[in-house]
């Protein structure tokens, strides 16, 4: 009976533990650099991945060759993301939004058949498409 009623006090002592308020105290050197970091990483347009690059030319009709290779990739892969890219005086078009090499490695094995001078390029790719059905929101009260 005693080892009981030991037991019983002892939880019962954990739980008045468990409960309770902690307060942070830092440097407001450490809330700008947060804030710093959140505002570069808004400023970009997507994140760090890798996609595949299948055209790249300057000079006469490489504008219209670029737009050619571009229709060319979508006519056999329409589910994947492809973009033309002017970084004077070069016209490039890359495909795909790849978060590892591995993935992008994948895809470039894939698709090397028809696009013989493809090769994989760190870029910043699009943000993945979330389906709000798929996220799981978990409340805290």
């Known amino acids: 009976m005693k080892y009981i009623l030991f037991i019983i006090l002892f939880f019962s002592s954990l739980q008045l533990f468990a409960q309770g308020n902690i307060e942070l105290i830092q440097d407001q050197r450490v809330d700008r650099l947060v804030k710093k970091h ?32 571009k229709a060319r990739f979508l006519a056999k892969y329409p589910d994947v993301d492809a973009d033309m890219i002017f970084q ?14 591995m993935e992008a490695q994948g895809f470039l094995n894939e698709i090397k058949g028809g696009f013989e001078s493809a090769f994989i390029v760190i870029d910043i790719i699009n943000l993945p498409d979330i389906d709000a059905g798929d996220v799981e929101i978990e409340e805290t009260n």
């Open 88 to 101: 004077e005086p070069n016209y490039k078009v890359r495909v795909g939004n790849f978060r590892t090499r």
């Open 38 to 69: 959140v505002d570069f990483n808004d400023s970009k347009d997507g994140m760090d991945g890798y996609r595949i690059q299948i055209y790249f030319d300057s000079g006469n009709g490489s504008k219209s060759k670029a737009y050619g290779q």
